[in-house]
Nanobody, 113 residues
Framework: VQLQAFGGGLVQAGGSLRLSCAASGITFSAAVMSWYRQAPGKQRESVATVNLGGTTNYADSVKGRFIISRDNAKNTVYLQMNSLKPEDTGVYYC????????WGQGTLVTVSS
């Protein structure tokens, strides 16, 4: 199983980024997928989830700013991040809601003030 996240980078506050996470070795179309982030010195937290039918859920901290989506044909889950804030800085990962698969390396997002 591989979960490869990419698309991170350095962006100014108020900017946008789109993250992608490509999954291999799993039946992606049967997997509820989540995006997580881990800020420096903090525990990893879930920020967004998309279920099999496309229904989404968000952490309060990102609601209204982030959009999670999936493309089952490409085995990929996306995270569109808008109106970024410095507190969004961290390493972003994708996985199932219970972190059921081996964590990938993630992708670093740095938001400057």
């Amino acid at each position: 199983v591989q979960l490869q996240a990419f698309g991170g980078g350095l962006v100014q506050a108020g900017g946008s980024l789109r993250l992608s996470c490509a999954a291999s070795g799993i039946t992606f179309s049967a997997a509820v997928m989540s995006w997580y982030r881990q800020a420096p010195g903090k525990q990893r937290e879930s920020v967004a989830t998309v279920n099999l039918g496309g229904t989404t859920n968000y952490a309060d901290s990102v609601k209204g700013r982030f959009i999670i989506s999936r493309d089952n044909a490409k085995n990929t889950v996306y995270l569109q991040m808008n109106s970024l804030k410095p507190e969004d800085t961290g390493v972003y990962y994708c996985n199932t809601p219970l972190g059921g698969y081996t964590w990938g390396q993630g992708t670093l997002v740095t938001v400057s003030s």
